[in-house]
């Protein structure tokens, strides 16, 4: 049976710090807390919609590149917060907020009402390597705070 709660992890465990989403799903799913599935993905865009389908809560984790702040920044952000964002990883596709918006009116019954971001300034979403850079590993612990918290309130 699915849980009310949904910890995405989006990013790639082999592009340095792209692997920050999957490295914390992995540490709060080692915690084994009650009503909460956790998944980890390598998508963007329209894929979001089908994963969140019929959760009440989604929390979603990240690496994100904005260059405004310092590597390691944990934010909390809402899907209006990615308006402005281009597209994801592939150009033919649309950006989270616009996929979001597109499942809830598709969908209006089956799509989470909370859903927030938990990203992470990262430094390097190039290099193929599963070694995050020293400022993103330093990072983990206070993005599973961060998680934790949101999954809480």
Same mark, same amino acid.
Request: hydrophobic share 35%; charged share 35%; with cysteine.
């Given at each position: 049976? @699915? %849980?009310s709660r949904l910890l995405l992890g989006i990013?790639? &465990? /082999?592009?340095?710090?792209?692997g920050l989403g999957f490295r914390v799903? $992995? +540490? /709060? @799913?080692?915690?084994?807390? *009650?009503d909460l599935d !956790?998944?980890?993905q390598s998508v963007s865009g329209l894929d979001l919609i089908e994963i969140m389908m019929d959760y009440k809560k989604v929390v979603v984790v990240d690496a994100i590149v !904005? $260059? @405004? =702040? &310092? %590597?390691? !920044?944990v934010m909390l952000l809402e899907p209006e917060d990615f308006k402005n964002a281009v597209h994801g990883t592939n150009p033919h596709e649309t950006n989270v907020h616009m996929a979001i918006e597109l499942g809830k009116?598709? =969908? *209006? +019954?089956?799509m989470p009402v909370?859903? @927030? =971001? /938990? %990203?992470? +300034?990262?430094?390097?979403?190039?290099?193929v390597t599963d070694i995050m850079t020293e400022d993103v590993e330093k990072a983990v612990p206070a993005a599973v705070q961060a998680v934790l918290k949101v999954l809480n309130d």
């Open positions: 049976m @699915k %849980a990013g790639s &465990p /082999i592009v340095c710090d792209d799903v $992995e +540490e /709060i @799913k080692n915690m084994d807390l *009650p !956790t998944d980890q !904005t $260059e @405004k =702040f &310092p %590597a390691g !920044t009116r598709l =969908f *209006p +019954e089956r909370d859903i @927030k =971001f /938990i %990203a992470v +300034e990262v430094n390097d979403v190039y290099s």
